[in-house]
């Protein structure tokens, strides 16, 4: 096996695990920290798709920004503090009824997968880095989208400071 | 068989799934949001696989940034709502908040 | 001073009065008093920068013509609307023309609106008025020059019913506004057959478009018709024959307004546009023009002969001057007709300054007596008001013989070269009315103006009240003396028989017509090196223009050149036939105009200072004459019983129909439509109810076995949408 076959399913590995541990963990402090673990897989996945603006933005953001709101957000809605929250689940007829139908879900989505005869095209050549094209795309092309998000986002800010305001 | 496009698939395939059930099944608004978190990340995948090897080229990744601004945007203001929610209810399970039934 | 300084320095003179409204209009209880001063000092600054901007034009770019600039407004599919502003020599001469009297009017409603409960929006309305008449002036299209013509008419509108108290003032502002209007809907029709055709509004284009053979409609008839109703704008605002009824009613609205607005500003523009669209008027359409100006100021000269009111005779005066201008410029005599737009501003505006002094005057002591039942406006109440006004005195005196063409006055120099043109018209083409009618009212202009001297300001005053009158104070005055110095011939030129070398006659010249050969009188193409006449020389390259532009503007241009090298090569060589005429025609012109001006202020003297003959009884003895002047020719009459009275007819008979027909159909359709409706109301009851309650009982069923499945739980929700999606999975895959 080559060393990208490695890094590959070393990367896969974290991120499936972790995700399971996001999903299935009973305390909320170690989904988070799984999370923290699934979002580095992603990223490590990233970089091995020569996406690296990508996956520094996915750290960044990610990481840095939306998971520490999360666990902000953990801090705050609940009473007691320490790491072992738990967090209940439902009953286990709608577990079975969730599980079979994520279940399936995948199964169709790989056969699929498998036997879709996907459109193929060399991989990109690798280039020193995707920077440069991204932003000359984001400033031309998708300018007008460009500056929506930034008003998106600004409302989204706006509006979530007005929500969460105590009255 | 070397790693190709239908690897990554798969991965985000189950990514995505995991998200499912996480959203389906946990009580707590918060960790429903990271359910959430897991499929933005499992359709981000996607979009860089198939900007790899599919030809879709640099726009994919314009697209993940596109999805990385709307993830931010949105748990921003889910969280500020489950704030809202747990200042109303002391509590934030999903489950129990049915308002909507009536 | 470069072409862009002067360019930003107009656009300053323009938006400075706006600010000024701006401000004023909403402070005006702030402001009080303050806002005369404040108007006065926008006005002032304006003021020094016009001189700057026309002394730079004059001097250092003299030459040029129109310095402008143009920007793109809107895009209309494959037809661009571009507006600017530009700057040639009639603009400089016309910026300080309005904001100089704009200045001194400022001045004198200090003293003159003191007392006025309205005095801050007095000041507001002013400098809206002003903003607008300089838009006209420095515009360089149709367009902007539209939009501001109808802002002109606005404030004209709210200035003339500035005192809408009084019924008088409110009807006299409606009636100026509408008459305006009709003019107006000419001029709009004009510019929409302009941009239709040549697809611009700028001049210089359609002007171009005229030059290159481009006909409205491929007819020569048409362009005559687009020159014609261009000039209804002018005929409107300039108040000629037959939409001159507006002006004198204006006079209710306060005296500075009619100086600044009814002598020499407003009713300048409709002069101003016709120098304007002087180059596109055809031969047909000069003919109107001048028509129109000789039945103006013939008739409003008969008419100020016997009217009583001391600023109706004004006002009848400033109508038969304007229409002197219109002449004027109708027989070709373009600068000078401009020329006498500019000294009819100044000496107008200072007997309209003189007439608000001695109505100020006569209201004080009016107010002395208790006296509210003595009009101070009539000049009958007047008499002797030379010892108690000295000041007035002299100034008006000044002024009546500038008005009158005395030699020595801005007056008699322009009324002069316009005389001259109508001779050297009449010669040329055989219309002899026209000089005819520009002489008569010249004799008239002058023994209708002595009248108005000798029955106020001579003699014994004739009540109480005028010889309790006293000096008004200096902000007054100060306006009269500097107004009345400005009508001596020296600022024109040196000579004092003849402007033609002075530098106002060598800064404004005739443009080159555009129009065709074919549509133009002979003597007015331009003439070529041999002094033959051009026309046949311009139609061969009207001939080439379907060709080539290019071709077309370099035959021009030689022709041009030809014109002026021969103008050098034989001095006094004039631009074309009718130019030379007029020079022929100068000293007849003049012995004339000065016969005739002796003749008029002779026998004013000796009707009203002498008595040797006496008025009354020479109005008996042509009573008819006497009866139609005196009503204004019945004009008022004649447009209520035709015009007024059968839009009231017509009104009537629709409101007639209105009731009749139409309410009666619609009453039918009611009634038969009530048994329908009553017919489809049992209809309704019965079948539709019965299906719409089964309906209803039967969503109600669904919607309570549905319901329980709306637990109100997302994450429910969420599975039953995956289940849904499998579901379509496997039908689809």
Known sequence: MALYDVIFYLFATIVLVSAGGVVFSRKMMYSAFSLLFTFFGVSGLYVLLSADFIAVTQIMVYVGGILVLIIFGVMLTTKITGVDIKSGTLGAFQMGIAGLASLAIAVFMIIMSMNTQWMQKDPLAETSTTVEAIGGLLFT?????????????????????????RK | MGIGLTHYLIISILLFALGVFGIATRKNAILVLMGLELILNSANINFIAFARFGGMNIEGHVAVIFVIILAAAEVAVALAIILNIYQNFRHVDVDEINQLKD | MTKETILLLSTVILLLPLLGFTIIIFNQKRLGKAAGYLGSAVLGIDLILSIIVAFSKLVTFAGEGMIQTKFDWINLGTKTISIGIGVDNLTAVMLIVVTLISFLVHLFSMEYMAEDKRFPRFYAYLGIFTFSMLGIVIANNFLNMYIFWELVGLSSYLLIGFWYEKDSAANASKKAFITNRIGDLGFFAGIMIVFF???????????????SGLLPFDSGTMLTAAGILLFCGAIGKSAQFPLHVWLPDAMEGPTPVSALIHAATMVAA???????????????????????????????????????????????STVSQLGYMIMAIGVGAYTNGFFHLVTHAWFKACLFLGSGSVIHAM?????????????????????GLRKT?????????????????????SGFLSKDGILAGTLAFGSLSGHWLIPIAGFGAAGMTAFYMFRLLIESFHGKAKTNIASHTHENNKLITGPLVLLSVLTIWV??????????????QKSIKTPATSVPAALQFDFLMPLNAEGHNAAAHTEVATHNATNSHTELAKHEAAANTHGAEAKSAHGSHALNKFEEEMHHMHYPAMIASLLIAGLGILLSFCFYQFKVFSPDNMANMIKPFYKISLNKWYFDEIYDKTVIGLTLGFAKLLSWFDGAVIDGIVNGVATVFRGIGWFVGKFDNIVIDGFVNLTAQTTGFFGAAFRKVQTGRIQAYLIFTIVGLMILFYFLV
């Not at chain 1, 998708?142 to 706006?158: E, Q, R, T």
């Not at chain 3, 055709?197 to 030059?211: E, I, K, L």
């Not at chain 3, 023009?289 to 009111?309: H, K, L, P, R, S």
């Not at chain 3, 006004?389 to 006055?409: K, N």
């Open chain 1, 141 to 165: 092309e998708y300018l007008l989208a460009f500056g929506v998000a930034a008003i998106l986002l600004l409302v989204a800010f706006i509006g979530a400071a007005l929500i969460a305001r």
């Open chain 3, 389 to 409: 006004m000295p000041l007035t005195y002299i100034t008006f005196l000044f002024v009546t013989i500038a008005i009158s063409g005395v030699p020595f006055t």
């Open chain 3, 270 to 316: 409709g002069v101003y546009l016709t120098c304007r669209i002087f180059p596109m008027l055809t031969a047909d359409a000069l003919i109107f023009v001048a028509y129109i100006g000789a039945i103006t100021a013939f008739m409003a000269a008969t008419i100020a002969i016997t009217q009583n009111d001391f600023k109706k005779v004004l006002a009848y």
């Open chain 3, 197 to 211: 055709t040549y697809g611009s509004f700028m001049f210089d284009d359609v002007f171009a478009g005229v030059a």
């Open chain 3, 363 to 383: 209201h004080h002591a009016a107010h002395h007596f208790h006296d509210h039942h003595t009009d101070p406006q009539d000049i009958r109440n007047m008499g």
């Open chain 3, 491 to 504: 600022f024109y030129s040196f000579n004092p028989i003849d402007a033609t070398s002075g530098w106002f």
